[in-house]
Nanobody, 129 residues
Framework: QVHLRESGGGSVQAGGSLRLSCRIS???????????MGWFRQAPGQEREYLAG???????HYADSAKGRFTIPQESDQNTMYLQMTSLEPEDIAMYYC????????????????????WGQGTQVTVSS
C-alpha cells in the first residue's frame, strides 16, 4: 500500500526558510517510470493550490506563486521529495501536501488535485510577521 508522509513544517518568522520532506513508501519507482510527484497547499478557508511538480526524469515545474521562492531540489529521488521554501511570508501559512500520480507522460505535471492518486496528511507551515 502506498503511503506518503510529509515532514518539516513548523513556525518561522517572515523572511525565513523551511525545507519540507515527503517520504514515499510502498511504491516502486522502477515500475511506475512515468509517475510524477507534486506539492500542494491549502490555506484556511481557501481551495487547494498547486505549487510544484517533478517527474521521474527530474524535470520540475512551478506555479507562478511558487516561482523564485520555492524549489524542488534535485536530490529528490523516487522515494523522497523535498520542497525548499525561502522568503516566507504570512500569506504562505497553509497545510502543505505532497502528492503522487502513477502515470503521467506529458509535461508539465498535473496541477489539479484530482489527477493525483495518493497524497499525504500534510504538514503545517506558519509564518509570523
Amino acid at each position: 500500500q502506498v503511503h506518503l508522509r510529509e515532514s518539516g513544517g513548523g513556525s518561522v518568522q517572515a523572511g525565513g526558510s523551511l525545507r519540507l520532506s515527503c517520504r514515499i513508501s510502498g511504491f516502486s519507482g522502477s515500475t511506475y517510470i512515468n509517475s510524477c510527484m507534486g506539492w500542494f497547499r491549502q490555506a484556511p478557508g481557501q481551495e487547494r493550490e498547486y505549487l510544484a511538480g517533478i517527474n521521474r526524469h527530474g524535470s520540475t515545474h512551478y506555479a507562478d506563486s511558487a516561482k523564485g521562492r520555492f524549489t524542488i531540489p534535485q536530490e529528490s529521488d523516487q522515494n523522497t521529495m523535498y520542497l525548499q521554501m525561502t522568503s516566507l511570508e504570512p500569506e504562505d501559512i497553509a497545510m502543505y501536501y505532497c502528492v503522487l500520480n502513477r502515470y503521467w507522460t506529458i509535461y508539465p505535471p498535473p496541477s489539479s488535485w484530482s489527477d493525483y492518486h495518493w497524497w499525504g496528511q500534510g504538514t503545517q507551515v506558519t509564518v509570523s510577521s
